[in-house]
DNA sequence: TTCCTTGCAAATCGTTTGCATAATG
DNA sequence: CATTATGCAAACGATTTGCAAGGAA
């Protein structure tokens, strides 16, 4: 399973980089679709996923039913506003600390965590107080 | 939309307090279709989110793609095992305040967090020891 | 030429919903 | 009786997949 070159992944993996807002498989085809109209929606997924396993994107299951995709790897953390659903990155330290917390009261091992937050946003809270 | 009461709903709530291994829709329609074998699934489908909604359970999205469901509605963490998938409690104290430490880094209100730890569990620990 | 990748469409999976009927208060 | 709940099946949205044709090494 040597990986081939292609226009197409080239294309969704610039995308992707070029976003930090963790845009969903439909949001790239749309977005991809504008500069090569002839790509598929099947195409996009395959990538996403092929991308996510050799490790050169992140897929985010924040559990709104959607995946999302994000092309910056580095360990972080994400926030969801509840009122407008965007996801933003969180420029914290690690919370490392709490793997090994967990794992005292654990008979198992546990090798990672998965955390993201939730609240209102900046600008939903501008709006908010608005009103 | 004054509550009325149902059998069907009491089956799938009393199924659910008996277990706690979190089971998802289809396990608890395969269950409870034992006793009540005329229970559609859309039926279980419509009464645990009702159930989720007022409170009585809880739902819980780990990014397996399939929603599990929880009779304990106190906070507490879930453990995922990466070999069997198995979701497991983990009997630990709350770490409620690295929301706080999320939010010293936030433009915005960040009101909660959402954690589930993942590793390999005792059973599969074993197994993989033997090998 | 090999075999990875694509476009397309059909299939799959979990979940939701419309509707006529049954059960509850 | 007024309304909520049910069973059934069809609809849904996100994602995956089979296949024949196209493109890269």
């Given at each position: 399973?040597?990986?081939k070159?292609?226009?197409?992944?080239?294309m969704?993996k610039?995308f992707?980089?070029g976003?930090?807002?963790?845009?969903?498989?439909?949001v790239?085809?749309?977005?991809v679709?504008q500069?090569?109209?002839?790509?598929?929606?099947g195409?996009?997924?395959r990538?996403l996923t092929?991308?996510?396993?050799?490790g050169?994107?992140?897929?985010?299951r924040?559990?709104?039913g959607?995946?999302?995709?994000?092309?910056d790897?580095?360990?972080?953390y994400?926030?969801i506003?509840?009122e407008?659903?965007s996801?933003?990155?969180?420029?914290?330290?690690s919370?490392?600390?709490?793997?090994?917390?967990a794992?005292k009261?654990?008979?198992?091992?546990?090798?990672?965590?998965?955390?993201?937050?939730?609240?209102?946003?900046?600008?939903?809270c501008?709006?908010?107080?608005a009103?």
């Amino acid at each position: 399973m040597a990986l081939k070159h292609s226009r197409q992944r080239d294309m969704i993996k610039a995308f992707l980089m070029g976003r930090k807002d963790h845009p969903t498989a439909d949001v790239v085809y749309m977005n991809v679709r504008q500069e090569n109209p002839n790509i598929s929606l099947g195409t996009v997924y395959r990538n996403l996923t092929l991308l996510a396993d050799i490790g050169e994107i992140q897929r985010l299951r924040l559990g709104d039913g959607v995946d999302h995709f994000d092309a910056d790897t580095s360990p972080h953390y994400h926030f969801i506003c509840t009122e407008c659903g965007s996801v933003i990155d969180l420029e914290m330290e690690s919370v490392e600390q709490i793997t090994e917390t967990a794992g005292k009261y654990f008979n198992g091992r546990i090798t990672g965590h998965v955390t993201y937050f939730y609240g209102t946003c900046g600008a939903c809270c501008k709006v908010l107080n608005a009103q």
